[in-house]
C-alpha cells in the first residue's frame, strides 16, 4: 500500500471505511454501477470532511465540554441594536458599534453559532410512509394537556386546547378546523388543519356536533386524548414575518360573529400586531408585538373589516340622509384597517422631517417657532409660497415668498409644492426644493401644514415624523389661553383673544382631524401648556432622530 492511500485511509470516517467494506457483501443483489456510486461517494474527500466535522461537534456538544452561554444570540442583536440606536448620538463609540453589529457576516456567524447551540444541525428527514391496504385508514392517538387555551366550535367556546373545530360539510364530520399559533395543538405539531375527530376520550363523536364534542371536553379532567384521523394535504404551520399598524380599536367580546370569543385577541389603533398566520379568508391569527412569546388570537381579516366598516356606512346612510350630508368627506376617505410596518432606522445626518398636524389656533406655529429657536442651526422650516398681497411690516422672503397667482398654480401642475391650499382666496404652499435642501443641509425640516396636506406629505421620499397637536377639552383650552393672554389667530389685527366660538371650532376641528387622519400619526401630543407640550416635542424629535421606529413597509424595502 503506498504512502498516499495509507494517508487517505487515515483521514476517512471509520464509520464510512465500514460502509464501503460492507458493499462487498452486497454485489449479489446489487448492480456494480450502483456499488460504484456508493463507493466513489463514501470515499469522497468532501463528504468524509462534512462527517468528521460533524462528529467532533456532536462529542464536544454531548461530553458538555463545550456549553453555550445562550442559544439565542440573534435575538440579543436585535435587542442590542435597539439600544445602541437610542445612543448613537451620545458617544462614537456607541455608533461604530451600531454600524458593526449591522454587518451581515456578523450576523451570519450569530445565526450559525445558534443553530449549533440549539443543536439544529441534524439532518430533517421525511417520515417514513406506512405502507397500509387501500381500505385501511392511518389513526393517530394524541394526547394533551387541558389548559386555559380555546378550543372552538360552532355553538359554544371552552379554553381547551388551542384549536377549533367544525363539521365538514360533505361528510357531516368533526374535522379541526383552525390551529391556534402557540397553543398546545400547534406545540404538539401533531395536528393539523383537516384532521378528522373521530374519538375524544374513548368517546366515538361520529354524528355529533361542535358543540356535543366541547361538552365532552368540558367534563374531562386532566389529559385528552384524541383519535384523529391525519388529513391528506397536512403540513406544518409557518408563521409569517408580517407586521402591521392596527388602525382601528378591536375587542372580540363585542363581535357576534368570531368563531369563539376566547381565542379573539383585543387591540387598539395605533398597536403593532405580529400577523402569524393568514391561511382564513376572515380570520387572521396575531399577537402584539410586544407580547412575543403570547399564543396567538384571532383578529377579523382586512377583507372582513372593509366589508364592516362599508356595510356600517351603508347602514348609516339609509337610516340617517342628514348624516350622510355632513360626513361625505368621511366616506371619500380610504377605509382604514391595516398597514403594513416594518422598522425604519436612523441615519446619521440625515433627518426625517417633522409634520406638525393640528387645528387651526391650537399652537402648532407657536410650537415650531419655540423649537426653532432652541436651536436655529438644527431646526429649519421652509418659507412658505403665497399669492395673497404683502402686509405692512412683511418682509418678502422672511415670512412668505410672494409670487403671482398664474405662477404658483403652474408650479403646482408641474409638481414643484409638497402641499399647497387656499385660504380665503389666496393660495399658499411649501415647495418640495426647499424642504429637500433643509434635509440635504443636515438639518431637521419642521412642517406646520394644513391637516388636508396629510396625504400629499407622507411619502416614502419625504418618510415625515408626523405629530397630532391637540386641543385639549374646552374649559382647560379656555382657561389656559385667558390665562396667557392669547391673541386670536383668526384675527388679522391680532388684537384681540379667542372667542368661545374659536375655541369650540378647534376643539371641533381636532376631534374631526384624529377621526379622519388619527391612525396616520406617529405620535400626539395634546396642547394645554405650551411648556410642557415643547417638551414633550422636543422628546418626540429627538426619537425619530435616534430610534428605529415602526414605519410603512415600503419606506424601508
Known sequence: MTAEVMAADANR????????????ETETLSSEQEIDFLKTLLESKELNALVNVHSKVAKVLRDDKLAPLLSTSTQVLIEVLEQLSQRCHLSPICKEAFYLLQNPHLQSLLCAHDAIAQKDFYPHLPEIPVEMDEDEETIKIVQLVK???PLAGAQSAEPIVGATIKTDEETGKIIIARIMHGGAADRSGVIHVGDEVIEVNGINVEGKTPG??????????GNITFKIVPSDGKGGQRESKVRVRAHFDYNPENDPYIPCKEAGLAFQRGDILHIVSQDDAYWWQARK????????GLIPSRALQERRVIHERTQRDTTDGESKTENDDFDREMIATYEEVAKLYPRPGVYRPVVLIGAPGVGRNELKRRLTARDPEKFRSPVPYTTRPIRQGEVPGRE???ISREKMESDVSAGKFIEHGEYKGHLYGTSAESVKSIVNAGCVCILSPHYQAIKALRTVQLKPFMIHIKPPSFDVLKGTRTASRAKSTFD??????????????MVKHGERIDFLYGHYFDEEIVNDDLASALEKLVNCVQRAENEPLWSPASWVQ
Open 13 to 24: 470516517d471509520p464509520a464510512l471505511s465500514k460502509l464501503v467494506s460492507s458493499l462487498q
Open 289 to 296: 408585538e410586544s407580547e412575543r412569546t403570547a399564543r396567538a
Open 212 to 221: 356535543d364534542v366541547l361538552q365532552i371536553l368540558q367534563n374531562s379532567e
Open 147 to 149: 389548559s386555559n387555551e
Open 492 to 505: 388679522e389685527t391680532n388684537s384681540r383673544g379667542f372667542t368661545d366660538e374659536e375655541f369650540q371650532d
Open 400 to 402: 412668505y415668498i410672494f
